[in-house]
Structures are given as structure tokens and as C-alpha cells.
């Protein structure tokens, strides 16, 4: 599995990696990458897609990696700007080595959805951001035409899912038990 953290933030960040280590102890091999941030000066999110291109490099490395070590079910875990950054990615890779994705917190709607080669789990908390909560209808409507997709609000959670790790952790097994 090769988890995505969100905004100016590191790979054992807070939920990404509190689920690096509950993945790995339900059996799972875990790789957590760095993306790109700003500057902490930087004007704000608005301009991270200019980090993009790198973000998609850095993404596509760990994949390549994963599957050059012999795993052949790769799953994209990510969290907030990490999911926006992983969406980008998986639009415009023809090649990406996963069996899924598995989306948290992710603020607005989903894209085009050319990514919908593999099945989706749009994850978002009970208290999330209101971006995240504005959106979570149309994230809905966009995986219902995806097989396998589907999306879950985790109870009692905010948008980095204080105290409702667990949960999530079982609800990313559930969906990874689940995939064909």
C-alpha cells in the first residue's frame, strides 16, 4: 500500500501514519512517501498544483518500487491535498500499478474521472472540513458508475480522523478484502 499525506505535512503525519503502522500490523505492506509541500511563507493551497507534476513523479516512483519488490495488488491510500495530488496522478497515468484507491478527506468532487480503471473508496469524516462535506454527493453520484467503488462517512470523525483510526483502518481492510 503507498500512502499520500496531505498539505505541508510528512509521511508519518498524523493519520497517515498512525495507518502506516495499523496496515502493517493487519498485514499489509506499507510505504508512506514525502510529496512536495510550499514553502512555509508560501501564499496557501491555491498554489500546490503548480506541485503537481512532482507530486505525480514521486507517486508513480513508489508504485514502480512496490511492484519492482513483487507486489502485484498495489493500493493508493491518500489523505486531503495527498488525495487531490493522487487524483491528478491517476488521470493522467496509462500505466499506474494500482488495484485501487482508497480517497480521504477529499475536499471538492472528483474530476473527469478517467482514473476509474480501478475501484474507488471515498472516505470522508462525520465532521470533516466543509469542503469535504459540500462535495461528498457529487464524490457519491461519480462512483456509483464505477464497479467496486464506494464511498463511507467513518462516525465521529474529523478531517484527520482523531480517535477513529481504528475504524478506519478496519474499513480500508474491509474494502481491500473486498477487491476482485
Known amino acids: 500500500m503507498l500512502l499520500v499525506h496531505g498539505l505541508g505535512v510528512h509521511p508519518d503525519h498524523g493519520v497517515i501514519g498512525v495507518l502506516r503502522v495499523a496496515l502493517a500490523d493487519l ?8 510529496m512536495p509541500v510550499l514553502a512555509s511563507d508560501a501564499p496557501g493551497a491555491d498554489y500546490y498544483p503548480a506541485l503537481f507534476p512532482e ?10 518500487w512496490l511492484a519492482d519488490k513483487g507486489y502485484r495488488r498495489i493500493v493508493l491510500l491518500s489523505h486531503s491535498m495527498g488525495s487531490w495530488m493522487s487524483e491528478v496522478y491517476l488521470e493522467r497515468a496509462s500505466d499506474a500499478p494500482f488495484a485501487a484507491w482508497v480517497c480521504m478527506g477529499r475536499a471538492g468532487a472528483f474530476g473527469g474521472l478517467p482514473h476509474a480503471r ?12 466543509p469542503a469535504v462535506l459540500r462535495a461528498r454527493a ?10 467496486g467503488s464506494r464511498q463511507i462517512v467513518i462516525a465521529g470523525a474529523d478531517h484527520f480522523y482523531t480517535g477513529r483510526e481504528p475504524a478506519l483502518a478496519d474499513e480500508v481492510r474491509a474494502f481491500i478484502a473486498g477487491l476482485p
Open 27 to 34: 498485514g499489509f505492506t506499507t510505504l508512506s512517501i514525502q
Open 55 to 64: 507530486a505525480g513523479e514521486r507517486i508513480a516512483a513508489g508504485g514502480r
Open 118 to 129: 480501478v475501484p474507488i473508496l471515498d472516505v470522508y469524516g462525520e465532521n470533516d472540513l
Open 138 to 147: 457529487q464524490r457519491r453520484s461519480a462512483l456509483q458508475a464505477l464497479p
